[in-house]
């Protein structure tokens, strides 16, 4: 009786060859598909902080090439024949390029901590009425420069949230400055902090700006993104102001809202819980640890 015990054997054999050849070959275009995904993320990386670096160098250089000069017309007013009220003018230029140039040079190092890790959220009360206010003041300079005025639409009374004071006054810094850079001269920002559900705090930011679509205002969420908005087109405009305060906010557990039209503004919200809700959730998972830790110590 004849027997195919040797060629299934080896029929089997050919295929637990082929099989194991095809997953090697799997592994091994998968590891390339992914060196190349890699490459290709990279190069986009490399090109966005080129594009980050080029338009740094413009905004960095516009204000500090303005104080020089001014200051240097300063110094040699007699010589120029420079009168009172031309000096005051020039002073008031080079305050308004300094504060320019400071934001610039701020967004600069908070955008290296955050790609860095570096942010540290140190949560606690803090009064977002107050800070709005401080805000406001600090954003005067840059709105009267650009012939813009701020409106607060509140009651102005004291409202606490639980968050990070510092970074939740930088984000406010971040959209205040931002609808400033959106909005043309003789236009008006709208600012006001309420309280919405449940108790949380929301501050508001409405500019009368030329606004985005969609597509655009996904693109301003972006640090190292810019809308394309011609010559005024600048690496501290919306990508990363809107950026930024969207980040500094989620580090605290809070939210951050935005919506536009085109040709009808921006209107950016962000909010932070209340502190007695805030409280009662830390409160209630410390107890929990304690609960544990008690079970465990049962136990043993």
Same mark, same amino acid.
């Given at each position: 009786?004849?027997?195919?015990?040797?060629?299934?054997?080896?029929?089997?054999?050919?295929?637990?060859? &082929?099989?194991?050849?095809?997953?090697?070959?799997?592994?091994?275009?998968?590891?390339?598909?992914?060196?190349?995904?890699?490459?290709?993320?990279?190069?986009?990386?490399?090109?966005?902080?080129?594009?980050?670096?080029?338009?740094?160098?413009?905004?960095?250089?516009?204000?500090?090439?303005?104080?020089?000069?001014?200051?240097?017309?300063?110094?040699?007013?007699?010589? &120029?024949?420079?009168?009172?009220?031309?000096?005051?003018?020039?002073?008031? &230029?080079?305050?308004?390029?300094?504060?320019?140039?400071?934001?610039?040079?701020?967004?600069?190092?908070?955008?290296?901590?955050?790609?860095?890790?570096?942010?540290?959220?140190?949560?606690?009360?803090?009064?977002?009425?107050?800070?709005?206010?401080?805000?406001?003041?600090?954003?005067?300079?840059?709105?009267?420069?650009?012939?813009?005025?701020?409106?607060?639409?509140?009651?102005?009374?004291?409202?606490?949230?639980?968050?990070?004071?510092?970074?939740?006054?930088?984000?406010?810094?971040?959209?205040?400055?931002?609808?400033?850079?959106?909005?043309?001269?003789?236009?008006?920002? &709208?600012?006001?902090?309420?309280?919405?559900?449940?108790?949380?705090?929301?501050?508001?930011?409405?500019?009368?700006?030329?606004?985005?679509?969609?597509?655009?205002?996904?693109?301003?969420?972006?640090?190292?993104?810019?809308?394309?908005?011609?010559?005024?087109?600048?690496?501290?405009?919306?990508?990363?102001?809107?950026?930024?305060?969207?980040?500094?906010?989620?580090?605290?557990?809070?939210?951050?809202?935005?919506?536009?039209?085109?040709?009808?503004?921006?209107?950016?919200?962000?909010?932070?819980?209340?502190?007695?809700?805030?409280?009662?959730?830390?409160?209630?998972?410390?107890?929990?640890?304690?609960?544990?830790?008690?079970?465990?110590?049962?136990?043993?």
């Amino acid at each position: 009786m004849r027997t195919f015990k040797p060629f299934i054997e080896a029929k089997g054999g050919r295929l637990a060859d &082929y099989t194991a050849r095809m997953a090697e070959t799997l592994v091994r275009r998968r590891a390339e598909i992914a060196v190349r995904a890699a490459r290709v993320e990279a190069e986009l990386s490399i090109k966005a902080r080129s594009e980050f670096l080029a338009n740094m160098n413009h905004e960095l250089r516009t204000p500090l090439n303005a104080i020089i000069g001014f200051a240097t017309m300063l110094r040699d007013s007699e010589e &120029y024949g420079i009168g009172p009220d031309q000096r005051q003018n020039y002073s008031e &230029y080079i305050l308004q390029s300094a504060d320019l140039l400071l934001g610039h040079i701020n967004t600069i190092l908070e955008v290296a901590s955050l790609e860095s890790g570096g942010i540290e959220v140190n949560d606690g009360a803090l009064n977002a009425s107050e800070i709005l206010g401080e805000a406001v003041e600090r954003a005067k300079i840059r709105a009267d420069a650009a012939g813009v005025e701020i409106i607060r639409r509140d009651g102005l009374a004291d409202l606490s949230a639980w968050g990070d004071a510092a970074r939740f006054s930088q984000a406010t810094d971040h959209l205040l400055n931002t609808a400033i850079k959106l909005s043309d001269e003789g236009g008006k920002i &709208y600012v006001k902090v309420t309280k919405v559900d449940q108790g949380w705090i929301e501050l508001a930011v409405r500019d009368e700006g030329d606004g985005f679509t969609k597509a655009e205002l996904t693109e301003a969420l972006d640090a190292f993104s810019h809308s394309n908005r011609g010559l005024d087109r600048s690496f501290s405009g919306p990508g990363v102001g809107y950026a930024v305060a969207k980040t500094f906010i989620e580090l605290q557990g809070g939210r951050f809202s935005i919506e536009s039209r085109k040709g009808q503004g921006t209107l950016a919200k962000i909010s932070l819980p209340p502190v007695k809700a805030e409280r009662s959730r830390v409160q209630e998972t410390e107890r929990r640890i304690e609960i544990k830790a008690e079970k465990k110590n049962d136990a043993a």
